[in-house]
Protein backbone atom coordinates (compact mmCIF):
# COMPACT_ATOMS: atom_id res chain seq x y z
CA UNK A 1 0.00 0.00 0.00
CA UNK A 2 1.17 2.88 -0.51
CA UNK A 3 2.14 6.10 1.89
CA UNK A 4 -0.31 8.61 0.63
CA UNK A 5 -2.94 5.90 0.87
CA UNK A 6 -1.90 5.25 4.43
CA UNK A 7 -2.08 8.95 4.93
CA UNK A 8 -5.28 9.95 3.76
CA UNK A 9 -6.81 7.16 5.98
CA UNK A 10 -5.04 8.41 8.74
CA UNK A 11 -6.08 11.90 8.23
CA UNK A 12 -9.49 10.91 8.45
CA UNK A 13 -9.22 8.60 11.29
CA UNK A 14 -7.67 11.79 12.93
CA UNK A 15 -10.30 14.26 11.80
CA UNK A 16 -13.17 12.00 13.17
CA UNK A 17 -11.15 11.29 16.48
CA UNK A 18 -10.80 14.44 18.00
CA UNK A 19 -14.83 13.32 19.05
CA UNK A 20 -14.05 10.07 19.04
CA UNK A 21 -14.26 7.32 21.83
CA UNK A 22 -13.84 10.17 25.08
CA UNK A 23 -15.21 8.64 28.22
CA UNK A 24 -18.88 9.32 29.05
CA UNK A 25 -20.07 10.00 25.04
CA UNK A 26 -21.86 8.24 23.19
CA UNK A 27 -23.50 7.54 19.63
CA UNK A 28 -26.48 6.04 17.54
CA UNK A 29 -27.46 5.11 14.04
CA UNK A 30 -30.08 3.05 11.89
CA UNK A 31 -31.65 -0.48 11.24
CA UNK A 32 -28.49 -2.79 11.50
CA UNK A 33 -26.44 -4.22 14.09
CA UNK A 34 -24.12 -1.14 14.07
CA UNK A 35 -26.80 1.70 13.97
CA UNK A 36 -28.24 0.15 17.20
CA UNK A 37 -25.09 -0.05 18.73
CA UNK A 38 -23.73 3.70 17.45
CA UNK A 39 -27.04 4.36 19.78
CA UNK A 40 -25.24 2.96 22.91
CA UNK A 41 -23.53 5.09 25.98
CA UNK A 42 -19.45 4.17 26.38
CA UNK A 43 -20.66 2.16 29.74
CA UNK A 44 -23.33 0.24 27.66
CA UNK A 45 -20.53 -0.65 24.85
CA UNK A 46 -18.02 -1.62 27.42
CA UNK A 47 -20.46 -4.22 29.16
CA UNK A 48 -21.52 -5.48 25.75
CA UNK A 49 -17.68 -6.07 25.03
CA UNK A 50 -17.12 -7.28 28.19
CA UNK A 51 -19.80 -9.86 27.83
CA UNK A 52 -18.79 -11.04 24.13
CA UNK A 53 -16.72 -13.72 23.05
CA UNK A 54 -13.68 -13.99 21.51
CA UNK A 55 -13.67 -16.43 18.58
CA UNK A 56 -11.70 -17.15 15.12
CA UNK A 57 -13.22 -14.97 12.76
CA UNK A 58 -14.95 -16.61 9.48
CA UNK A 59 -12.80 -15.42 6.58
CA UNK A 60 -14.04 -12.64 3.98
CA UNK A 61 -15.96 -9.20 3.96
CA UNK A 62 -17.17 -7.52 7.64
CA UNK A 63 -19.15 -4.36 6.83
CA UNK A 64 -17.48 -1.60 9.33
CA UNK A 65 -19.87 0.79 11.33
CA UNK A 66 -17.34 3.73 13.52
CA UNK A 67 -19.21 4.55 16.70
CA UNK A 68 -17.75 8.41 16.95
CA UNK A 69 -18.79 9.95 20.05
CA UNK A 70 -20.90 7.66 21.90
CA UNK A 71 -24.43 8.63 22.68
CA UNK A 72 -24.29 12.21 21.25
CA UNK A 73 -26.11 13.79 17.90
CA UNK A 74 -22.75 14.83 17.17
CA UNK A 75 -22.03 11.40 17.14
CA UNK A 76 -24.42 10.38 14.87
CA UNK A 77 -23.78 12.61 12.58
CA UNK A 78 -20.13 11.48 12.07
CA UNK A 79 -20.37 8.10 12.40
CA UNK A 80 -23.04 8.63 9.63
CA UNK A 81 -20.39 10.75 7.68
CA UNK A 82 -17.79 8.04 8.56
CA UNK A 83 -19.67 5.15 6.12
CA UNK A 84 -18.24 6.33 3.01
CA UNK A 85 -14.28 6.49 4.09
CA UNK A 86 -14.38 3.15 6.27
CA UNK A 87 -16.70 0.30 5.42
CA UNK A 88 -14.88 -2.42 7.05
CA UNK A 89 -12.75 -5.27 6.83
CA UNK A 90 -11.37 -8.09 4.99
CA UNK A 91 -10.16 -11.02 7.03
CA UNK A 92 -8.14 -13.81 5.00
CA UNK A 93 -9.08 -17.11 4.65
CA UNK A 94 -5.99 -18.29 6.95
CA UNK A 95 -7.12 -16.09 9.90
CA UNK A 96 -3.88 -14.29 10.60
CA UNK A 97 -4.90 -11.09 8.32
CA UNK A 98 -6.87 -8.42 8.24
CA UNK A 99 -7.28 -5.45 5.73
CA UNK A 100 -9.49 -1.75 6.06
CA UNK A 101 -11.61 -0.84 3.51
CA UNK A 102 -11.49 2.63 3.11
CA UNK A 103 -13.00 4.88 -0.13
CA UNK A 104 -13.80 1.59 -1.55
CA UNK A 105 -10.19 0.33 -1.72
CA UNK A 106 -8.22 -2.33 0.48
CA UNK A 107 -6.12 -0.63 2.25
CA UNK A 108 -4.11 -0.64 5.87
CA UNK A 109 -3.45 -4.14 6.49
CA UNK A 110 -3.16 -5.56 10.38
CA UNK A 111 -1.91 -9.19 11.64
CA UNK A 112 -4.49 -10.87 13.58
CA UNK A 113 -3.69 -13.14 16.64
CA UNK A 114 -5.54 -13.87 19.93
CA UNK A 115 -4.39 -12.01 22.87
CA UNK A 116 -5.23 -9.96 26.24
CA UNK A 117 -8.09 -7.39 25.66
CA UNK A 118 -6.69 -4.21 27.42
CA UNK A 119 -10.25 -3.35 28.70
CA UNK A 120 -10.76 -6.60 30.87
CA UNK A 121 -7.60 -8.83 30.63
CA UNK A 122 -9.90 -12.10 29.27
CA UNK A 123 -9.15 -13.25 25.49
CA UNK A 124 -9.88 -11.05 22.78
CA UNK A 125 -8.87 -11.09 18.88
CA UNK A 126 -6.41 -8.41 18.18
CA UNK A 127 -5.56 -6.29 15.16
CA UNK A 128 -2.23 -5.29 15.60
CA UNK A 129 -0.85 -2.57 12.87
CA UNK A 130 2.58 -2.49 14.15
CA UNK A 131 4.12 -4.26 11.62
CA UNK A 132 2.15 -3.92 8.91
CA UNK A 133 1.54 -0.26 8.21
CA UNK A 134 3.98 3.07 9.18
CA UNK A 135 1.02 5.18 9.46
CA UNK A 136 -1.27 2.87 11.91
CA UNK A 137 1.84 1.23 13.39
CA UNK A 138 0.56 3.03 16.90
CA UNK A 139 -2.98 1.60 17.00
CA UNK A 140 -4.25 -1.63 18.00
CA UNK A 141 -8.05 -2.96 17.43
CA UNK A 142 -9.62 -5.85 19.27
CA UNK A 143 -13.02 -7.12 18.93
CA UNK A 144 -15.48 -9.98 20.50
CA UNK A 145 -18.41 -11.67 18.64
CA UNK A 146 -21.65 -10.18 20.76
CA UNK A 147 -23.80 -11.78 18.38
CA UNK A 148 -24.04 -14.28 15.48
CA UNK A 149 -22.20 -12.66 12.97
CA UNK A 150 -21.45 -9.36 14.87
CA UNK A 151 -18.76 -8.12 16.32
CA UNK A 152 -17.67 -5.00 18.55
CA UNK A 153 -14.18 -3.73 18.50
CA UNK A 154 -12.28 -1.16 20.22
CA UNK A 155 -9.42 1.08 18.64
CA UNK A 156 -6.31 1.94 20.69
CA UNK A 157 -3.85 4.95 20.36
CA UNK A 158 -0.81 3.04 21.94
CA UNK A 159 1.12 6.58 21.78
CA UNK A 160 0.14 8.03 25.26
CA UNK A 161 1.05 5.32 28.28
CA UNK A 162 -1.42 3.78 29.16
CA UNK A 163 -3.09 3.79 25.65
CA UNK A 164 -6.19 5.26 24.86
CA UNK A 165 -9.01 4.09 23.80
CA UNK A 166 -10.02 5.94 20.75
CA UNK A 167 -13.18 4.57 19.69
CA UNK A 168 -15.56 1.65 19.53
CA UNK A 169 -16.76 -0.05 15.92
CA UNK A 170 -19.06 -2.41 14.78
CA UNK A 171 -18.22 -5.47 12.37
CA UNK A 172 -20.87 -7.23 10.95
CA UNK A 173 -20.34 -10.34 8.49
CA UNK A 174 -21.56 -10.17 5.02
CA UNK A 175 -22.81 -12.65 3.16
CA UNK A 176 -21.12 -15.85 3.97
Not at 51 to 70: D, N, V
Not at 112 to 136: C, K, M, N
Not at 154 to 175: C, I, K, S, W
Request: positive net charge; glycine residues 12%; charged residues 25%.
Amino acid sequence: MSKMRELVALGVVLLCGTALGRPGREQSSGVNAGSRLRRMRVDELEALYRAGEAEAIPAGWFKGTAILAPGSVLGRILSRGATPVWQGKWFDAGGQGVVNRFFGLRMIRAEVHEGESWIDGRPAVVLDYSRTSRVFARYRDEIRRVEPGVYLGVMYDTRPQPPRRAMFFVLERVGR
